[in-house]
């Protein structure tokens, strides 16, 4: 198993800033990409943005311009910076980690708990 501990949710007014974090310790090989993905009330859970061990990023249209996802190096630890919330920013926000874990020559997905971001209007 590989544990992705979240961090950084919070209540914020529109407009507001917040940077979530993501820490992924265990069995790992590689990591081959993180995400962030988030579900509001009601709706499916939707992808945000990637980061992959090249450095590439990629972001639904949703959070261009506006959230920044960075990661160090083995992508253990990846943040996603986000700016200029709005009110349908409102989720809980679940990061996701593409990787090999030590031993497997599979690729397995793993999931964090997610984190409450509330934006006020």
């Known amino acids: 198993q590989v544990p992705l501990v979240q961090s950084g949710g919070d209540l914020v007014q529109a407009g507001g800033s917040l940077r979530l974090s993501c820490v992924a310790s265990?069995?790992?090989?590689?990591?081959?990409?993180m995400r962030w993905y988030r579900q509001a009330p009601g709706k499916q859970r939707e992808f945000v943005a990637r980061i992959s061990s090249n450095g590439m990023t990629e972001y639904a249209d949703s959070a261009k311009g506006r959230f920044t996802i960075s990661g160090d190096v083995a992508l253990t630890t990846v943040d996603l910076a986000m700016h200029s919330l709005k009110p349908e920013d409102t989720a809980v926000y679940y990061c996701?980690?593409?990787?090999?874990?030590?031993?497997?020559?599979?690729?397995?997905?793993?999931w964090g708990l997610g984190t409450q971001v509330t934006v006020s209007s």
């Open positions: 996701n980690a593409d990787l090999f874990p030590y031993g497997s020559t599979s690729a397995a997905d793993f």
């Open positions: 265990g069995n790992i090989a590689l990591i081959r990409a």
